[in-house]
Every structure is written in structure tokens, then in C-alpha cells.
């Protein structure tokens, strides 16, 4: 995978060229995938450093970490869904509207290619050109108005599946800190020492993986996300600590 990347990155023959435009132009889920993964590590690990912090025993973290991955996964599954969705049918009234105006006002429409070619530096007969080839095709001209005029990205990904790829990302990755607290035997503290090991390599590998697929510097993608991931853990952890005198009184106040 890294070699083809390279591979398209730096080739400037023809074919080179067109396989990464053709691949650039596809629909991608990465932002969806990773977006639900550290979302799902972050919410489980948070419930289970909150539990930790109160003193609470490990069976609680486990009970509250499965309820808070399947009901927090459904639900941004169910957001990425809407805001997916939502910018879908920006693009379709946007559409509609190009339409529109391609048959009711096609100078004006001719005039607006005009202008957005002229700022790009052509003028003369070659921006009259360009004019004109584009308004000949009227699907290519209203690709071209949404793209230049109002700035929409028209790779036309599935909401469904943007919702499905962050579910089930949130789930898989969310479960690791929960893990630990499957086996009673290890104890609270040694299962929550153990927790903050997984969790911590998994925000790393996270953010290296990341890194990897979208060109940034590895090392420091990674750090970037184990650094937020650890910030929100420490949040919840002293966030718990504050409930664990509330805890204690509780718990002699039902043994008496």
C-alpha cells in the first residue's frame, strides 16, 4: 500500500496520473473509520477511568462500559448518518438550483464561468474558450458551478455506509479498554493498569495508522492522538475521583 502510494505520488506519466486522479475521486470512509474509533476508545476508556476513580468494583466498569459502546455507537453512527445526509441534500438543492438557472438565465450562468475562470489567470480567447466548452455540456457545467461557485465536494459518499463504518469502528476499538475487566481474577487496579496500556497503544496506533494513509508525519500523528485520548481519560478519572467519598458513604451507609 505505502509503495503504490509513493508510486502515485511521485509519477507524472499519463497513466500514473490518471490512476490518481481516478483514486482521488473516489469516495473514502477513513475520516468516518477513524472518527468513531477514538470516539470509541475515548467514551469507553472515560467510563472505565470514571469507575476506577471511584473505587468502584471492576464488574461496574464492564456493566457501564458495554451499555455506554452499543447506545454511544448507535448513536453517532445514527449523527454521522444525519450530517452526511444533510450535506447529500445541500448538494442536491444546490443542483436542482443550477439547473434552474442553466435554462432560465444561461448568460448570467456563462458570465459566473467567466468570472470564476478569470481569477484563475485566463482571459482573452482561451477564457472564452473555456466558456464555451463548458457550457456546452450542461452536466459538466453544473459540476462545474457546484464545485468552483459554491465549493461542494461531490464524490457522493453513502450516508449509510459512513454510518456503518463509524459504528462498527466505534464498537471494535472501543471494546480493547473494556477487555481487561473479562477476567475478575486480575483485580480493579491491575485490570485498570492493564486498560491504560491497551488504550494508550491503541490512541497511538490510531493516530500512526492515520498518518500512514493520509501522508502525515507518523510519529507525531500518533503522539497527537494519544495525547487527546490520555487528556479526556485523565478528565474522567478525576471526575470519578471527586464521587468517591460519595461512594464510600454509600456503600457503609448500605452495609449498616
Known amino acids: 500500500m505505502r509503495m503504490l502510494m509513493a508510486l502515485l505520488e511521485h509519477g507524472h506519466s499519463p497513466r500514473a496520473i490518471k490512476e490518481r486522479l481516478d483514486l482521488e475521486h473516489q469516495p473514502s470512509y477513513l475520516r468516518?473509520?477513524?472518527?468513531?474509533?477514538?470516539?470509541?476508545?475515548?467514551t469507553t476508556f472515560a467510563v472505565v477511568a470514571s469507575v476506577a476513580g471511584a473505587g468502584l468494583p471492576g464488574i461496574v466498569a464492564l456493566a457501564l462500559g458495554v451499555a455506554s459502546l452499543i447506545a454511544d455507537g448507535f448513536s453517532m453512527g445514527v449523527s454521522n448518518y444525519q450530517g452526511v445526509k444533510s450535506d447529500r441534500d445541500a448538494v442536491n438543492r444546490a443542483r436542482?438550483?443550477?439547473?434552474r438557472h442553466i435554462r432560465q438565465v444561461p448568460d448570467g450562468e456563462r458570465e459566473e464561468v467567466r468570472q470564476i475562470f478569470a481569477r484563475k489567470g485566463f482571459d482573452g480567447d482561451i477564457l472564452e474558450e473555456i466558456v464555451e466548452r463548458i457550457s456546452e455540456d450542461e452536466a459538466l457545467w453544473v459540476e462545474t458551478m457546484l464545485r468552483e461557485e459554491h465549493g461542494l465536494d461531490l464524490r457522493g459518499i453513502s450516508p449509510l455506509k459512513a454510518a456503518m463504518w463509524t459504528f462498527f469502528a466505534f464498537i471494535i476499538v472501543g471494546a480493547i479498554p473494556l477487555l481487561p475487566f473479562l477476567l475478575p481474577s486480575l483485580g480493579l487496579q491491575v485490570a485498570f493498569m492493564t486498560?491504560?496500556?491497551?488504550?494508550?497503544?491503541?490512541?497511538?496506533?490510531?493516530?500512526?495508522?492515520?498518518?500512514?494513509?493520509?501522508?502525515e508525519k507518523r510519529?507525531?500523528?500518533?503522539?497527537?492522538?494519544?495525547?487527546?485520548?490520555?487528556g479526556a481519560a485523565l478528565i474522567a478519572y478525576w471526575i470519578g475521583g471527586l464521587f468517591e467519598p460519595m461512594v464510600a458513604d454509600l456503600g457503609v451507609a448500605v452495609m449498616s
Not at 468516518?32 to 475515548?42: H, Q, R, S, T
Not at 436542482?96 to 439547473?99: D, S, T
Not at 486498560?195 to 498518518?211: C, E, Q
Open 32 to 42: 468516518d473509520a477513524i472518527l468513531g474509533g477514538i470516539d470509541g476508545c475515548v
Open 96 to 99: 436542482a438550483m443550477e439547473n
Open 195 to 215: 486498560s491504560i496500556a491497551m488504550t494508550g497503544v491503541t490512541f497511538f496506533g490510531i493516530g500512526f495508522a492515520k498518518g500512514v494513509i493520509v501522508g
Open 219 to 230: 510519529w507525531r500523528s500518533g503522539l497527537e492522538t494519544l495525547l487527546m485520548g490520555g
